[in-house]
């Protein structure tokens, strides 16, 4: 069968009208590498159903595992995958970019002098008055009362202590710290594939 042909039934897809849950938008699927890990874990890397059945056809992926519900064109019928990986691996990245979110990933999500998770910013630990400059060395998530307590001193001055030394982290560092945030809604399919390096307990 030609590829357009494909491409053109996959774009047919719909899901059954009798069902009162039609809603396929909670119904994404999550992506692994061609290593059978995820593409990503913070964010998780998920695509909607309408892409993953596009790969489906393109011949990118393979399904893994299925959602116990079902898409339909005027010839087919398939289930929705919910776990796809990738024919080709993708090289991640060696180091994550410089934002404000991945900041506060490797810093956990908590103040780096206190510990709140509360009214996050970030704090320059060297002043830029003194010559610190915007890097992940001198960087640290601070919460907004710390770091109006702190202001332009450095933390010696302030006697405040961080609570770890901020670094550059790797692309995998951050992975790690995104294992401990998952998202409000895991399928019971992704599980196995989600966390599948965690000792399992006796």
């Known amino acids: 069968m030609f590829k357009a042909e494909l491409l053109e039934r996959a774009a047919n897809f719909r899901s059954s009208a009798d069902d009162p849950e039609r809603n396929l938008e909670s119904c994404p699927a999550l992506v692994l590498n061609a290593d059978y890990t995820p593409l990503s874990y913070y964010p998780l890397s998920l695509w909607p159903w309408q892409t993953a059945i596009k790969a489906v056809f393109l011949e990118r992926v393979d399904i893994v595992a299925s959602y116990d519900r079902a898409v339909h064109s005027q010839t087919l019928d398939m289930k929705v995958p919910s776990v796809i990986a990738l024919r080709q691996y993708v090289k991640p ?68 202590a961080l609570s770890m030394k901020p670094i550059r982290p790797t692309s995998w560092q951050l992975q790690q710290h995104g294992k401990r945030f998952p998202p409000n809604f895991l399928h019971e399919t992704w599980r196995d594939w989600l966390y599948w390096d965690i000792e399992l307990e006796a």
């Open 93 to 160: 990245s060696e180091f994550p970019a410089f934002t404000r979110f991945n900041l506060f990933l490797r810093d956990r999500f908590s103040c780096q002098y206190c510990g709140s998770q509360k009214d996050l910013t970030y704090d320059h630990v060297i002043p830029r008055r003194l010559g610190g400059k915007t890097t992940w060395e001198n960087i640290a998530t601070a919460c907004a009362p710390c770091n109006m307590k702190k202001g332009g001193r450095t933390p010696q001055q302030a006697h405040m």
